[in-house]
T-cell receptor, first 116, second 112 residues
Framework: NAGVMQNPRHLVRRRGQEARLRCSPMKGHSHVYWYRQLPEEGLKFMVY????????ESGMPKERFSAEFPKEGPSILRIQQVVRGDSAAYFCASSQTGVGSNQPQHFGDGTRLSIL | QKEVEQNSGPLSVPEGAIASLNCTYSDRGSQSFFWYRQYSGKSPELIMFIYSNGDKEDGRFTAQLNKASQYVSLLIRDSQPSDSATYLC????????????FGQGTILTVHP
């Protein structure tokens, strides 16, 4: 499968636990974006990364959320000490090129995070 | 004013009709414009993208862009029940850097 791969598809956590969401971009893509979709709301940008670099994190909450895209392996979105309000669908997208480019972003199937 | 606004739905059209979806954006420096389709519980799927003024056609879909009016639209000809979904307008460029800014979506229902 050459598409954007996200895992897990569903993740259940209790309040106060940590959630780790993984994303492998499409083959040949080096730009990764994370978006969050709250119930009955639109998609909101969180963070844009290239290998080993955070390009834009203007949409990330200031606390508890972090993201990385290491030289080897998938991009990770990490949420510490989860709260009920973190329950949402988290989508990863990737593109071949980034800023200044017209290339579209392709989305993975998402991770549905539920907080008990 | 929202950065990206879509015509409020839901929009209901009969099978075989033309569905017209509209979107306006506030950042005049925006460069690229995308339409995604999202079925309930699924991920956004790219339908069309456009970055030059005018029309772009792909099968039953036509995207139209007017940068002077800051307006982009999607026409779906010969609408099918399988087209029933939420359609998301997304904008890139200008002050938004590499990210996409999405509208709230328009729910389209095509009834037989």
């Amino acid at each position: 499968n050459a598409g954007v791969m996200q895992n897990p598809r569903h993740l259940v956590r209790r309040r106060g636990q940590e959630a780790r969401l993984r994303c492998s971009p499409m083959k040949g893509h080096s730009h990764v974006y994370w978006y969050r979709q709250l119930p009955e709301e639109g998609l909101k940008f969180m963070v844009y990364l290239q290998k080993e670099n955070i390009i834009d994190e203007s949409g990330m909450p200031k606390e508890r959320f972090s993201a990385e895209f290491p030289k080897e392996g998938p991009s990770i979105l990490r949420i510490q000490q989860v709260v009920r309000g973190d329950s949402a669908a988290y989508f990863c997208a990737s593109s071949q090129t980034g800023v200044g480019s017209n290339q579209p972003q392709h989305f993975g199937d998402g991770t549905r995070l539920s907080i008990l | 004013q929202k950065e990206v606004e879509q015509n409020s739905g839901p929009l209901s059209v009969p099978e075989g009709a033309i569905a017209s979806l509209n979107c306006t954006y506030s950042d005049r420096g925006s460069q690229s414009f995308f339409w995604y389709r999202q079925y309930s519980g699924k991920s956004p799927e790219l339908i069309m993208f456009i970055y030059s003024n005018g029309d772009k056609e792909d099968g039953r879909f036509t995207a139209q862009l007017n940068k002077a009016s800051q307006y982009v639209s999607l026409l779906i000809r010969d609408s099918q029940p399988s087209d029933s979904a939420t359609y998301l307008c997304a904008v890139k460029g200008g002050t938004s850097y590499g990210k996409l800014t999405f509208g709230q979506g328009t729910i389209l229902t095509v009834h037989p």
